[in-house]
């Protein structure tokens, strides 16, 4: 059994210690109990070309984590190898598990663009079952608002959190970011990744994070001080509320994957759903899509691939880029990383959908896509219990007086 965070691997020991344990490259064959790993360690073993037994049957969890990962870790690129050689094997069985209903991997399929020949090939013996037009989730939200053209700032003002109506809400952003919005509140709090590289004034973010609110929500429960925590992608998976204080939940998000993820979390029906579209936080995929373009169109893989491995050393200083190159195990060639590319078309597709301006379809690509109503709708309609709201959220002349009122108050007149 595979899973795409070390978290998941973590709470599967821990809940079921008899039935579980560690799947490791020293064991000869498998034990009677299920054996658990990251999908990042069976790809570093791959790349490694260390010997592991052959399992009869795969499951992956959280299946769409696979291609929706920002830069790709090389280890993942290395797993897709042997992922796709358990697809050519018929003496193994494999099951992909996910909650989200549209896989950027039948997005592109749907929507064919030059150059996926090689990952239609690659994955034509991977059947995808398609559940969705009998989903009924057991826990939906009484109202889902979307709210377009308004930061999130804008929103957590005027749908305040309390003791008996506390939030989850997902940031797009860096740590800084969620320090930021949780310093600015008295009963907030924020989590990111325990793996998080990020530094927040120059301290590695982890390090920042409050150890017994962490302990807590992996628990299923906000702290008593806490009516709001700010969270990042990486708690889309891997964490369950149970706290059934927490009755709505705020999500900076335009695809399946971040909507549906990360209202998952909560394992019981909440008042309220908002979704923030700001345009803004959608106008960097494009730049990435064009870049891996460019890449393909100048065939120069092996100078990416050398700058790819620069960045891996330990100590390395710069920026650094999306692993879109990989060298084949057995035929050394190298080749570029389709299911990058694929996710991020899904990704700025999804956005370009979520922040039109009006309700008819729009075309993009010479490719008709659905209207900003249907898009939400195909994606939400079954986790709402009512008929989806949008903009109720204005910008009043009170709330913009009483924000010149406290800029006034503020100013330094003497100077």
Known sequence: MLSPRRGIRKQTLDSYPDQVERFTVSGSAFSSKVQIETVHKIGCWYRLDYAYPKPRLVIIDEFHTLFSETHFARDLIYFYQQLLEWIDD??????????????????VNQQPF???EWLYQSFQGFR????????????????????????LETVLRQCPASPDNKQLVFVRGTAAKLVSLAESEDRSSWLCSEESKREVNGIKAA?????????????????????????TSAYREGINIHDEAVQEV????????ELIQALGRVRHPIKRLIIVIDARKFQNGDRKIREALDLLDSGDLEAYYKRQEKQDLEGFEGERVPNLVFRNKYTRELRFNYLALCFWLFDYYSSACATQQDWKEIELSGRLF??????????????????????????????????????????????
């Open 90 to 107: 018929p003496s193994v069985t494999l099951i992909a598990l996910t909650a989200t209903t549209t896989l950027p991997l039948e997005f």
């Open 114 to 116: 030059k150059g996926f």
């Open 128 to 151: 995808i079952r398609k559940i969705s037009r009998d989903l009924d989730p057991p826990y939906k939200a009484q109202v889902v608002q979307i709210e377009s053209g308004k930061s």
């Open 207 to 231: 390090d920042l994070m409050d150890q017994d609110h962490l302990s807590s929500i992996l628990s299923g429960y906000l702290p008593e001080t806490v009516d709001r925590i700010y969270l």
């Open 250 to 257: 705020i999500i900076e998000g335009a695809s399946d994957i």
């Open 370 to 415: 659905p209207s900003k109503r249907d898009y939400f709708s195909r994606i939400l309609d079954p986790y709402s219990e009512g008929p989806i709201t949008y903009d109720l959220i204005s910008f009043g002349k009170p709330s913009v007086d009483r924000e010149n009122a406290e800029k006034l108050e503020r100013f330094d007149w003497k100077a």
